[in-house]
């Protein structure tokens, strides 16, 4: 019964050793509206999710007047989750969306869009340090949303 209370206690703890030696990972990769891969990396600086509809218009408003590459050259990232989308409608949304003069990471799934708790009624906006998440904010009006955008170096 010792061995056994002993061999139970060094799985666990290895375990656990393991659990926290492992890195935890923010990277993530998503296809563009272009169907072309992007790998988030340390250059970004802000990511822009937007789970809704309203939400996605809401960032279509604030970039409709701007100049392609805005959001490249600060270092901004936009994420559209659409995974509640129903299948039709993204047969018609995707191709719509390449006309737009900026890059549209597209979660189909879900599955980056819920690593940062954000909600459907506002543009979650994710400062990033090194990839890690170090402040957020939410816009629900496009006007201070293209402010921010504009008040970032390039």
Same mark, same amino acid.
């Given at each position: 019964?010792? &061995?056994?209370?002993?061999?139970?206690?060094?799985?666990?703890?290895?375990?656990?050793?393991?659990?926290?030696?492992?890195?935890?990972?923010?990277?993530?990769t998503?296809?563009?509206?272009?169907?072309?891969? +992007?790998?988030?990396?340390?250059?970004? &600086?802000?990511?822009?999710?937007?789970?809704?509809?309203?939400?996605?218009?809401?960032?279509? @408003?604030?970039?409709?007047?701007?100049?392609? @590459?805005?959001?490249?050259?600060?270092?901004?990232? +936009?994420?559209?989750?659409? %995974?509640?989308?129903?299948?039709?409608?993204?047969?018609?949304?995707? *191709?719509?969306?390449?006309?737009?003069? +900026?890059?549209?990471?597209?979660?189909?799934? @879900? &599955?980056?869009?819920?690593? +940062?708790? @954000?909600?459907? %009624?506002?543009?979650?906006?994710?400062?990033?340090?090194?990839?890690?998440?170090? &402040?957020?904010?939410r816009?629900?009006?496009?006007?201070?949303?293209?402010?921010?955008? %504009?008040?970032? *170096?390039?």
């Amino acid at each position: 019964m010792k &061995r056994l209370c002993i061999l139970l206690f060094s799985v666990v703890c290895s375990s656990a050793w393991a659990d926290a030696a492992a890195p935890v990972t923010t990277r993530w990769t998503l296809l563009d509206q272009f169907e072309k891969a +992007y790998t988030l990396d340390d250059s970004a &600086r802000v990511v822009l999710v937007a789970r809704s509809m309203s939400t996605a218009r809401l960032v279509n @408003g604030a970039l409709e007047e701007k100049q392609e @590459g805005f959001l490249d050259a600060r270092h901004v990232v +936009y994420v559209a989750d659409i %995974e509640k989308m129903p299948s039709l409608a993204k047969m018609v949304a995707v *191709p719509a969306m390449r006309s737009a003069k +900026y890059r549209i990471m597209l979660d189909q799934t @879900g &599955r980056v869009a819920s690593r +940062y708790d @954000g909600d459907r %009624e506002t543009v979650q906006w994710l400062d990033l340090e090194d990839g890690k998440v170090i &402040r957020e904010q939410r816009f629900s009006d496009a006007a201070a949303l293209q402010s921010a955008l %504009e008040a970032l *170096p390039q």
